[in-house]
Nanobody
Framework: QVQLVESGGGLVQAGGSLRLSCAAS????????MGWFRQAPGKERELVAA????????YYGVSVKGRFTISRNNASNTVYLQMNSLKPEDTAVYYC?????????????????WGQGTQVTVSS
């Protein structure tokens, strides 16, 4: 089992920045690809970003490319999501995810573990 706990969400004005963190515990964190997803009310959960176990390859959803950056620190079992130039449409619950293959994680089909989510609200 892998336990994932997100933090760093909150209320921010449009154009501002937030950094989300996801702390992992349980099985060896460095074995897993990690991802961030988000779900707004009435919408499906969508990929925000994903990163390979070694951190060398990343994937981003179209709507966040160039504004968000995913990174990880295997020594501290933590994955981060730096969010810049936030827009009201970025408002959602953000979820951390873990799985054994980054492409499968990015497609959601390979997500084995989910966090509980953290709310991000961007005001206009």
């Amino acid at each position: 089992q892998v336990q994932l706990v997100e933090s760093g969400g909150g209320l921010v004005q449009a154009g501002g920045s937030l950094r989300l963190s996801c702390a992992a515990s349980g099985r060896t964190f460095s074995n897993y690809a990690m991802g961030w997803f988000r779900q707004a009310p009435g919408k499906e959960r969508e990929l925000v970003a994903a990163i390979t176990w070694g951190g060398r390859t990343t994937y981003y959803g179209v709507s966040v490319k160039g504004r968000f950056t995913i990174s990880r620190n295997n020594a501290s079992n933590t994955v981060y999501l730096q969010m810049n130039s936030l827009k009201p449409e970025d408002t959602a619950v953000y979820y951390c995810a873990a799985g054994l293959g980054v492409v499968a994680v990015a497609r959601r089909s390979g997500v084995d573990y989910w966090g509980q989510g953290t709310q991000v609200t961007v005001s206009s």
